[in-house]
């Protein structure tokens, strides 16, 4: 699916990351990062495996708190807010997960009702199975309502892992290697259903990825992350046409339809 | 920030007693998180009886036949000595002090530890490397208080149930041997067994077993809630769980009968 023209709102700042600073023992991996997303935008966060993209969105959604520097989501600092506060602020963020994390002991359908009944309390049966077949339709797998997660394949996985995040309607999608271990059709197919999340719930996105062709398929604004900071910014022609010894080996060993 | 390598760690003591002393202290933050965590809402109660009837009612098929054969068993192995001193009508009595003094707790929560402990470690184990845990939590769900809370209550509440259906079954399994070896009656054997013991023998199994079922669930969840290096992890943590359950049970056992004998004492 090619990418339409989007209304990205440049004033209106949904995630605001200043100086941010995460290791783990001796093993500093961010260092000092500064990253704004704004309304409709889907950044790219491009970097090697173990350059703490990973850990990056981990931040973001409150899985691990910073050692040092402002990471403001939707004008909360997630790093003083309280646990109330952040279970609030995690209804409005979708995390898309690697493996997927569906829950094993769950249907498809149950797996999309927990977060409704966690969060939701007074909707009736009759508006839950509106909403798991809504967000189902949204990934196309309609069909799978009554299996089990291990009878799907890993694409598959990965939209119902997305679907049950829509369900919530968040403002932010946070992709943690939406395409990994996919084969290149059904890479393809997560890459256009990214987009069209975006174009559909207006969400604004961070996508974790060293996949290229998913960097270059979704990415408004791509961010290159080695050695713990940011290296270059731009759309994906303006950071490859850097004389950048890493990028260029990086772009080289990818392979771009 | 300083991005200085830093220096080599030094150990308080040796590198292995350090991670052991920082496990156990670990684990009792876990445990004050368990009682902080406790009567905090939401209080799961669809949860709590969800995994009840999974803990107990699947364990009955397991807990029937042991405790059954172990009331034959028992009494097939005391005849002999008794019958040395013409004192078989002392069966009932003898089984009866035995089965609700010791083997009742102990063999249900061993069994417990045995198949519901590695049974949590490896459930909540592979759910934290394949980031369900993760997942739950980023939902707005307190995987704590939904995971770990509620089997914990749910093992403290059905190990002593376990206990007593099991008493109950090895006593019946201990009358079926005795009946049919000296003739005795339901009524007689159940006076004879019945006198022998005192409420604080009930009590003492019901405090005992409350605590290996705590002790279970607990162990079983901080194993499981930990894990980590991937599925190697899941095994390690339910063995763990078996393991480590069953040494803090015979601790427990110790601890409770010294306390209880303290209060037989005339």
Request: net charge neutral; proline share 3%.
């Amino acid at each position: 699916m090619e990418k339409k023209n989007k209304h990205i709102d440049r004033t209106k700042k949904v995630i605001s990351i200043h100086d941010l600073y995460k290791s783990f023992g001796t093993n500093h991996v961010l260092r000092g990062i500064d990253l704004d997303l704004y309304q409709g935008e889907n950044v790219v966060v491009l970097g090697r495996s173990g350059t703490g993209k990973s850990v990056l969105i981990k931040i973001i959604a409150g899985l691990l708190k910073p050692d040092k520097g402002v990471v403001n989501v939707l004008g909360n600092d997630v790093a003083k807010i309280s646990y109330r506060e952040l279970e609030q602020l995690r209804l409005r963020i979708g995390f898309s997960f690697q493996s997927s994390a569906l829950y094993d002991s769950m249907t498809v359908r149950e797996n999309l009702e927990f977060p409704l009944l966690r969060n939701s309390k007074q909707l009736s049966q009759g508006q839950l199975t509106q909403a798991v077949e809504t967000a189902l339709e949204a990934v196309g797998l309609s069909q799978t309502i009554d299996q089990w997660p291990a009878e799907l394949s890993g694409g598959q996985r990965k939209r119902i892992g997305i679907a049950r995040t829509l369900i919530m309607q968040p403002a932010i999608m946070l992709y943690d290697e939406p395409t990994a271990g996919l084969d290149p059709i059904t890479s393809m197919e997560i890459n256009d259903l990214i987009n069209e999340v975006q174009e559909r719930f207006n969400t604004s996105s961070i996508i974790i990825t060293h996949d290229l062709t998913c960097a270059k398929a979704t990415g408004d604004r791509l961010a290159v992350l080695l050695d713990g900071r940011f290296v270059r910014e731009g759309t994906f022609e303006e950071v490859f046409a850097s004389d950048d010894e890493r990028l260029k080996s990086f772009y080289d060993y990818n392979f771009i339809t | 920030m300083s991005l200085k390598q830093k220096q080599p760690r030094r150990y308080i003591f040796t590198g292995k007693l350090d991670a052991f002393f920082t496990d156990v202290y670990a684990f009792g933050q876990f445990i004050s998180r368990f009682f902080g965590s406790l009567f905090l809402p939401p209080y799961e109660f669809k949860e709590i009886v969800r995994q009840s009837y999974s803990i107990g009612v699947k364990s009955l098929p397991l807990i029937t036949l042991t405790g059954f054969i172990t009331g034959i068993v028992f009494t097939k192995q005391s005849r002999p000595s008794l019958s040395d001193f013409g004192a078989t009508s002392w069966l009932p009595s003898l089984v009866t002090i035995a089965i609700v003094r010791a083997l009742a707790p102990l063999v249900t929560g061993l069994i417990t530890a045995g198949k519901v402990g590695s049974n949590i470690g490896a459930e909540l184990g592979s759910m934290k490397v394949t980031e369900q845990i993760d997942a739950m939590e980023v939902s707005a769900t307190n995987p704590f208080k939904f995971l770990v809370v509620t089997r914990v209550l749910a093992t403290t509440f059905m190990v002593p149930l376990l206990m007593l259906y099991m008493a109950l079954l090895a006593m019946l399994g201990a009358f079926v041997n005795v009946h049919s070896n000296e003739q005795t009656s339901f009524v007689s054997f159940i006076e004879n067994g019945f006198h022998s013991i005192s409420f604080l023998d009930i009590y003492s199994s019901f405090i005992k077993s409350i605590l290996f079922g705590f002790t279970i669930g607990i162990v079983g969840c901080y194993q499981g809630y930990n894990t980590t290096q991937g599925t190697q992890g899941v095994g390690r943590a339910a063995n763990t769980s078996v393991v480590m359950a069953m040494f803090l049970i015979f601790i427990e056992e110790i601890i409770v009968v010294q306390i209880i004998n303290w209060f037989r004492m005339p």
